[in-house]
């Protein structure tokens, strides 16, 4: 396994990811610093479409959402695309609207994309991609699913971060 | 303009809270104009459709957008009208025109099918808040209003911001019986009014209350009546809330999924 990675362990297996500093510095040192505060440990995927992405980072088990720190900067406009393996910041219709929750893609979202610097066309920041474990996300986004309260799509059996561990080679970021 | 034909009596809104901030909240309301209050005879909005209002004169965007939006729906043919509500309350007579819709005074009366429904925004029936219902005599004179309205649009925008603030920190402080409708106040609300449903909003506490009036001045024939109040819902980014009024004078509540938070 390479060293400068963070490793989500989930009840599905690991996903290893690496972040990109250099493309999406502020969605990265705000992915890296919900890792170090064990912000993750305890969420679940609550948002698995198949065809499409698994979103997760931000609600637990009982649906309640968690409290995120406040919304950063959209940095959709870096160059990195939607596709399969990335990772990128969900939002709401905001576009610098985005806290903790990402989402990996499952397909190549070209719609979500950046186009332009507009309420429809800003998309959505890729800062990361999986480097190993996609038989985990492949896994993931087979689950069964179904609605609780207002929200679709929500797996019928809870899909959950356990731990988060960060490589040493990410201390002096 | 044909008003007849069409499958909904009224529709009533109210708490929608519009701002900025929350553009999923006023996309929502942009839906639901044209796709579901076009379908009605008549919208009721009963207040704080706007988190804040300091003037008709208000150039921002996303007001001009609720505005022009509003005046379609009116065009087309639905009756659009309005109650203050505690936080615009200084709606007035040029949004009125702008709009095509009707300001109605707190406690505005239907009869339909031998029903009669009483419309209110609710804050004045949250007698057990003193302090406010103290400022809100002296803020609604009329006079006032006028003198305030005359004032630069940036130090309107300042009272109201600062006003806003400041309502949040106190209400933070108050018990959750306060902040309520207080029982009797409502009662005496059904009874002045010989109403038999009543629909507000204001508490943010969506729900369907049966209240059995007892006669005490003989204002209710035989001794007892059945009344029920409607209590609409606040809109918020997950979910929104809308009464529907049929022919018959029935009114079904519902709420409906605005946005389920966060999302690719």
Known sequence: MADNMITLHTNYGEIVIELDFDKAPMSSANFLQYCRDGFYTGTIFHRVIDGFMVQGGGMLSDMSEKESRGPIENEADNGLKNEIGTLAMARTQDPHSASSQFFINVADNVFLNHTDKNPQGWGYAVFAKVVEGMDAVNEIKEVPTGSAGPHQDVPDNDVTIDAVTISEAYADR | ?264
């Not at chain 2, 459709?49 to 008709?56: H, K, M, S, T, V």
């Not at chain 2, 300001?103 to 009669?116: F, M, P, T, V």
């Not at chain 2, 204001?202 to 003989?218: F, Y």
């Open chain 2, 1 to 264: 303009m044909n008003t007849t034909n069409r499958p909904i009596k009224a529709l009533f809104i109210s708490d929608l809270h519009l701002r900025p901030e929350q553009p999923a909240v006023a996309e929502a309301f942009f839906d639901f104009l044209d796709q579901q209050a076009i379908h009605a005879e008549a919208l009721y909005i009963l207040g704080d459709l706007f988190e804040a209002w300091w003037g008709d004169d208000n150039p921002d965007p996303l007001p001009r957008r609720i505005i022009a939006a509003l005046k379609q729906l009116s065009q087309r043919g639905v009756a659009l009208y309005f109650i203050h509500g505690n936080r615009d309350f200084t709606i007035g007579k040029r949004f009125s025109e702008e709009t095509g819709c009707t300001l109605l005074s707190d406690a505005h009366q239907i009869d339909i099918n031998g029903k009669r429904i009483l419309l209110m925004h609710g804050d004045t029936l949250c007698s057990d808040d003193i302090s406010y219902q103290k400022y809100r005599r002296i803020i609604r004179k009329p006079l006032l209003l006028r003198l305030l309205g005359k004032l630069p649009q940036k130090i309107r925008r300042n009272i109201a911001e600062k006003g806003r603030a400041k309502s949040q920190q106190s209400n933070n402080n108050k018990a959750e019986y306060i902040m309520d409708v207080n029982a009797e106040t409502v009662k005496q609300q059904f009874v002045e009014h010989s109403a038999d449903i009543m629909i507000h909003g204001h508490t943010h506490r969506p729900g369907r209350h049966a209240i059995e009036l007892s006669d005490t001045k003989g204002n209710i024939k035989g001794n007892t009546k059945s009344v029920e109040r409607i209590v609409l819902g606040d809109w918020t980014e997950q979910q929104g809330w809308l009464a529907t009024l049929t022919d018959a004078g029935d009114v079904a509540l519902e709420s409906f999924v605005i946005h389920p938070g966060e999302q690719p």
